[in-house]
């Protein structure tokens, strides 16, 4: 077991990133640490088969520097980072390899807590914490608050019913036809709280036993085949559920909704992006806003979970939605600028707090 490399990554503006292999049990992963200047970073694990090194670093420091502003955003005295373990989680994923990087996130003394993202799970994480004590996202049978997806589906809703209420006047998706792209864990429960609230759904996900689930449980929703048909598709509402990039130079043009609000991370695939919907008149609740949920459900665990305690903190996500919403018109940006430049606000403002020297 060794740490290959760590280095503070001076040109993308991180702490630090430390790169991480275990050649018996297969791990490589890197730990992207981008600001603790609110506190310690805390931010999920990632287990994808990224095609390269190169493609896993880039989105563990994407990843990471989204978190520093969600957990700014989120009124979170937690910095932000993100891990990724590189590999096919069906394939290499052993409790060896867990417990291997449950180690390397020890060695960094609590600058990082982990936490669960794609390709890992509460159970992973109760693994991970045989090795480590910073983890969150563990299993209630481990004093954990078990699945961060139902209050991630909780906060997306909040700043989906926000940005109804800045474009059409009422807080509801009530009429309204939405269409979400990934049914998996966050999308099943952000499905049934549209459906609840009286929206019309339409939906679709690569995985065929996601699409089987909400037919047998929700039949009511239309199913398309994919995500290219769904952004053609005549919806008010676009939510992407899965992985990051989904607003792009081909899906912008092609986009029919008027909002977009959804869970994945680093929708915006390039910068310029938020303009281009600005100047279609889609309005985009950024996705670091309103996905803060399930932060906020981790986050509340350290100092012992109490559900409805965070639940009432991811409902706030209405409020600072319709915050930075309001900030963006009366500064004649688009919303994600408006979101940045009250993260980065608060960030420096309380982190400059620490040079106030204690004795």
Same mark, same amino acid.
């Given at each position: 077991m060794g740490v290959f490399a760590n280095t503070d990554a001076p040109a993308t503006g991180h702490e630090q990133v430390v790169f991480c292999q275990d050649k018996h049990s297969g791990l490589k992963a890197i730990i992207g640490i981008y600001s603790t200047a609110l506190g310690p970073a805390l931010g999920g694990t990632r287990f994808y088969p990224y095609a390269t090194e190169e493609d896993a670093l880039h989105d563990v420091l994407d990843l990471s520097r989204?978190? #520093?502003?969600?957990? +700014?955003?989120?009124?979170?005295?937690?910095?932000?980072?993100?891990?990724? /373990?590189? &590999?096919?989680?069906e394939q290499i994923?052993?409790? #060896? $390899?867990?417990?291997?990087?449950?180690?390397?996130?020890? %060695?960094?003394?609590?600058?990082?807590?982990? #936490?669960?993202?794609? &390709?890992?799970?509460?159970?992973?994480?109760d693994v991970?914490?045989?090795?480590?004590?910073?983890?969150? &996202?563990? %299993?209630?049978?481990?004093?954990?608050?078990?699945?961060?997806? /139902?209050?991630? +589906?909780?906060g997306v809703f909040q700043g989906m019913r926000a940005a109804a209420e800045h474009l059409w006047g009422s807080p509801t998706l009530s009429g309204r036809r939405v269409g979400v792209a990934g049914l998996g864990k966050v999308g099943k429960h952000l499905t049934a709280h549209l459906l609840a609230d009286g929206a019309a759904v339409v939906a679709t996900d690569v995985n065929e036993r996601a699409v089987d689930w909400v037919r047998s449980n929700h039949p009511e929703v239309d199913l398309v085949q994919d995500a290219t048909a769904l952004v053609a598709a005549d919806i008010d509402v676009y939510a992407p559920c899965a992985l990051g990039g989904a607003l792009n130079d081909d899906t912008v043009p092609a986009l029919r909704a008027k909002i977009v609000a959804g869970a +994945?991370?680093?929708?915006?695939?390039?910068?310029?992006?938020?303009?281009?919907?600005?100047?279609? &008149?889609? $309005?985009? +609740?950024?996705?670091?806003?309103?996905?803060?949920?399930?932060?906020?459900?981790?986050?509340? @665990? /350290? @100092?012992?979970?109490?559900?409805?305690?965070?639940?009432?903190r991811a409902t706030r996500i209405f409020d600072t939605t319709r915050q930075i919403l309001r900030l963006a018109d009366a500064e004649g940006v688009p919303p994600a600028v408006a979101a940045d430049r009250l993260a980065e606000r608060r960030m420096a403002e309380v982190g400059r707090l620490r040079t106030i020297r204690l004795s």
């Open positions: 989204g978190m #520093a502003y969600k957990n +700014a955003l989120a009124d979170l005295d937690l910095g932000g980072g993100k891990a990724v /373990i590189w &590999g096919d989680p994923k052993s409790e #060896a $390899l867990l417990r291997a990087y449950g180690r390397f996130v020890q %060695s960094l003394g609590g600058r990082y807590y982990t #936490a669960c993202d794609v &390709g890992t799970y509460v159970q992973d994480m991970i914490a045989r090795e480590t004590r910073y983890v969150t &996202g563990r %299993s209630v049978e481990h004093g954990g608050a078990g699945d961060s997806s /139902i209050l991630t +589906a909780w +994945a991370n680093n929708q915006l695939a390039h910068p310029g992006i938020e303009k281009l919907l600005a100047e279609r &008149g889609v $309005l985009y +609740a950024p996705d670091y806003v309103v996905n803060a949920g399930g932060v906020i459900q981790v986050a509340d @665990e /350290i @100092e012992g979970f109490n559900f409805e305690r965070a639940k009432l």
